[in-house]
């Protein structure tokens, strides 16, 4: 039986203390269970905005341009089911002011049917492809992968039939949790295969990327220049807020589209 609404409700009241739960994660045992509970057997990663990657560094000839939203677009196509959220849970439980909280995470394959019907809807596979469009040019971050914690919450199954794609905004993420998590189940969380994010020598310290821009805190101030931290997940906000274009985000080679596809595609049953 799918989560009634009164369950979620009740979620939603609790979300702010998310980072309670998250510190507590450090504990060995407490870490050990909630890693068991919520998240075991996943792998998860955000995909750079479209606009943040210095594309023409990395992919020769430039006509073969390649975009991490491909990746989603990949998916939604190889998927026999859709189904839309008509809200995301964690901006609702934030009234988010800055972000639409009408755009839900999207689901893809077979365990997405069994969500409660007053949560979303079933689409197909073009609404799902314009559906992902309007997120982005919303702001909004993809996030990708297998997420024990969505089977939970929504009580579906089996997880290896639902693949997670999550719209984030910086400000209400649910993932805002890793700076504080256990980092053995943090690391479940990561950076795209082959994405690198660099500060130039044209940053001036203005602190604009450090000032609720990035969803992990992984950029800091520190004599006279911005530092990004390997806790970076690759995201590229801090690249498009970077009044003086000194913040790059790169990729290794114009394979890392396919490398994300092939990380994923054991994970889950899409048929």
Known sequence: MSSPVWFVKLLEKFFPQRFLLA??????????????????GDDIFYLPKDGAIAVNHVIDPPEEVVLPSQVVEHFIRQANYHWIMNFCICRESEKCEHYPIEYGCLFLGEAALGIN??????????????????????????????????TVWLHIGP?????????????????RVLPHIAPHIGAKI?????????????CIACGTC???????????????????GEQCRGCGRCVEVCPQKAIELTVSDGRFVQEAIQRISPLVNLS
Do not use: Q
């Open 23 to 40: 510190k507590a994660t450090r504990v060995s045992t407490v870490g050990k269970v909630v890693d068991r509970l919520l998240f075991e």
């Open 117 to 150: 019907p007053k949560f979303g809807r079933p689409v197909t596979k073009e609404e799902a492809l314009d559906y992902a469009r309007r997120c982005r040019e919303a702001g909004l971050v993809h996030m990708i992968g297998r997420n024990k914690l969505d």
């Open 190 to 202: 990561a950076r795209m295969p082959g994405v690198a994010v660099s500060v130039t020598d044209r």
């Open 210 to 228: 450090a000032e609720g821009t990035c969803f992990v805190d992984a950029i800091r101030l520190d004599d006279g220049r911005a530092v990004i």
């Open 159 to 175: 997880g290896s039939k639902l693949l997670t794609i999550c719209n984030c905004c910086p400000c209400c993420c649910l993932w």
